[in-house]
């Protein structure tokens, strides 16, 4: 009797070639199970319940520090290990919506978004990725400051781990000699800002602890010109990245990008690059990034956004929230350096891999076509040389 020896199955899963045609060392499909880098196919290890929690979603590791998080309906969370081997949960923000929460790291700082709000995590505690933007202040003219007589315009910034967007500017009129009287309701540290006399241009005036209630500006040295004039905290969205110094934000059909090492500022004006569609895919690589849409996928070309060049790329729409980027010696393969970072993602023609210089690598795709059977979402994740992508 002759033995049937079955595979080695090298190439791996293939269901587009017809049946009678199948490549040698190909499988047709492969229910709980895995092949190794041999082409054995391996059953998949079973399950055991870690934790009995409803509404989890958005699950994440950082690659930085090995921390995990994730969401419990509007709230975001961090999971850690608990009694017996099980996992805990523990609430950290609500973010105000029910929607899958995009997460990343940021200088030993993991930042999360969804639709409703963008934040961050330090040391286990949510703090706001930007100060909130102050109210126009409250001022009045005095008759004592020594400021020469005119037109002035104040604003306000709020100070603590970097400086708060501006607030509106407030004008008044001020007699000869006169000054400027503030008054707030106390909170953090302020940078009050003030216009030379009938000027626009807004310099530095005063910096003030959180502790005072009312500060008389007169004529004192002016400093240098503010810098957050004209900016916004970035709002919520789908996907969050962080690139040369920068955050990345996916929301809706648009990506915005912050002000150089302001992480959480935009320029409303000229801070967005926008697409005719939602975008489902954003990675950032050395030389760009990758930014997939439900029609396609390009490639901002360029090391700041002033300077991208937009190009056009074979990709097929990527699976919502199914990007990653790793080094690139986790794939394996003549795809760069082993410490370059390189792109991934999936398709409805198998994973994708976008090499540092804008490049597409579509590792199966005269092998696999996942069925449209409605899935739009997917979360992937690399594991000893190995993409695996969870589809719903």
Known sequence: MTDIVLGPWTVGIDHVSSDTKLPAGAARDAINGLFNRDGEFLRRNGYGLMM???GVHSLWTSPESGLSFCAQGSQVCSITPGAGGSLAVTALAD???????????LNGVVVYANAGKIGAVLNGVAIPLALPTPGAPQVVATDNGGLSAGRYGVAVALLGDGESALSEITFLDVPEGGGIRFTFNGGSTRRLYRTAANGDALYLAAEIPGALTTYLLGNGQ????TETQNLEALPGGQIVRTWRGRTLLARGNVVLFSEPMRYGLFSPREGFVQFAHRITMMEPV???IFVGTTTGVVFLQGSKPSEFNVKATSGQPPFEGSGITAPASAFGGDIGSSDTRVAAWLAPNGFVIGTASGQLVETQNTRIAIPDNGATQARTFVHERRLTSIIQ
């Open 286 to 288: 050395e030389g760009g």
């Open 222 to 225: 002016l400093g240098r010109l």
């Open 52 to 54: 009995a929690a409803s």
């Open 95 to 105: 973010t105000g919506i029910v929607s899958p929460v995009s997460f990343c790291d």
